[in-house]
Nanobody, 122 residues
Framework: QVQLVESGGGLVQAGGALTLSCVASGSIFRAGVMGWYRQAPGKQRELVARITRGSTTTYADPVKGRFTISRDNAKNTVYLQMNSLKPEDTAVYYC????????????????GGQGTQVTVSS
């Protein structure tokens, strides 16, 4: 069984920074695309950023230039460095990853984490 566990959320003032981490654990052969999504109260979940195994990155327009996604393939971990945070960044941040397990090394399955709260005060 594979699970994703996020950490690093919290309360920060506008203009501050936070770094989120997401570790995939279990019978993992390798992790493919990994990403971060967020969901603010009353809004739909949206993509924040994603990164391929080869470190090609994609960012949502609202976070370009402020957030940086990175990964450590050896640790099956993805990070989200968030700088210059704004109140509108307040949301639950979810990790999502394409996981190839040892029992199915060529059939990836997308798995999501439980989320971590990020609150930015004005």
């Amino acid at each position: 069984q594979v699970q994703l566990v996020e950490s690093g959320g919290g309360l920060v003032q506008a203009g501050g920074a936070l770094t989120l981490s997401c570790v995939a654990s279990g019978s993992i052969f390798r992790a493919g695309v990994m990403g971060w999504y967020r969901q603010a109260p009353g809004k739909q979940r949206e993509l924040v950023a994603r990164i391929t195994r080869g470190s090609t990155t994609t960012y949502a327009d609202p976070v370009k230039g402020r957030f940086t996604i990175s990964r450590d393939n050896a640790k099956n971990t993805v990070y989200l460095q968030m700088n210059s945070l704004k109140p509108e960044d307040t949301a639950v941040y979810y990790c999502n990853a394409e996981i190839f397990t040892t029992s199915a090394p060529y059939a990836g399955t997308y798995i999501g984490g439980q989320g971590t709260q990020v609150t930015v005060s004005s």
